[in-house]
């Protein structure tokens, strides 16, 4: 599955990155806590969040993460949105909570 097969499932706003919609999803993972996403998730994954910080772009740089999903309709600033573009990471925005985006991404990838 490619990250631009999740927008219309998920209701997504693609807030940065729109040229790597062609990437591939390996998997999704769902955490808040910055350590366990570095520790535990894995290369070409989809990251569920809360989170709206700077460092969620490090993370996903670092881990080289498909795209951010930033759920609950939270807002992401502006200078985190423009590091991601610089940086070339997905950001998208959904009004779903966490646990609707990730069952929806599991039916998706596994039913």
């Known amino acids: 599955m490619k990250l631009g097969d999740i927008i219309e ?7 940065t990155g729109s040229s790597s919609l ?3 999803v390996t998997g999704v993972y769902v ?6 996403v570095m520790a535990n998730s894995g290369e070409g994954n989809v990251w569920i969040t809360l989170q709206t910080h700077l460092n969620i772009v490090a993370v996903a740089g670092l881990k080289n993460l ?6 609950s309709g939270r807002n992401v600033p502006a200078d985190v949105l423009q ?3 610089a940086e070339k990471v ?3 925005t959904t009004q779903l909570s966490a646990f609707e ?5 599991y039916q998706m990838l596994y039913a």
Do not use: Q
């Open 9 to 15: 499932p998920l209701s997504l706003d693609v807030r």
């Open 83 to 85: 590091k991601a573009e």
């Open 101 to 105: 985006t990730a069952g929806k991404l």
């Open 22 to 24: 062609g990437r591939a």
């Open 66 to 71: 498909t795209g951010i999903i930033v759920v």
């Open 90 to 92: 997905t950001v998208m």
């Open 31 to 36: 955490s808040d806590l910055l350590s366990d």
